[in-house]
């Protein structure tokens, strides 16, 4: 399916305010109400939006470490991947699992209050994981938010 300038503009719109109302964003990006709501519709049903999520800021909710752990699966078949999933995934501290393909089965996104707790958290709730193997761990310093594929689509 082919996007049109106004559908980029739509979805720039959204990605900078997701919490904007149809109306205000017919106003962002120069389309009536109803207009951007059948927009919004088309790109639901062609899969592009799908669900809405609120972005928490972690560090004023007093996490102030984010780290990226690489981890490798100790015992292949041993342990399911999806029984790995479900026990990292219950672990509150943990904010994001990505099965993927390379050196690490999984790349996992947590978030402490500080190093302290982190280790707190790696050694008393993942390292202890049914499977869980070799880990990596690298401290998040600063991040970039950007408006991801949408720069390749102009």
Do not use: C
Not at 33 to 47: F, I, N, S, V
Not at 136 to 146: A, F, I, Q, T, W
């Amino acid at each position: 399916m082919s996007w049109d300038a106004t559908d980029i503009a739509l979805l720039r719109a959204l990605t900078r305010n997701a919490a904007l109302g149809t109306g205000d964003l017919g106003r962002v990006i120069g389309l009536s109400q109803p207009a951007t709501w059948r927009r919004l519709k088309k790109l639901r049903e062609a899969g592009v939006l799908h669900g809405a999520r609120l972005d928490l800021d972690a560090e004023a909710l007093g996490f102030g470490v984010t780290v990226f752990l690489g981890i490798k699966l100790a015992t292949r078949g041993r342990v399911s991947l999806e029984d790995f999933e479900r026990a990292i995934s219950a672990i509150p501290e943990v904010q994001r699992v990505d099965h993927v393909l390379g050196l690490y089965d999984y790349r996992v996104r947590v978030v402490a209050r500080d190093l302290a707790d982190f280790e707190r958290v790696l050694r008393r709730r993942i390292m202890t994981l049914p499977g869980a193997g070799d880990i990596e761990s690298n401290v998040l310093l600063s991040e970039e938010h950007r408006d991801g594929p949408l720069g390749a689509l102009l």
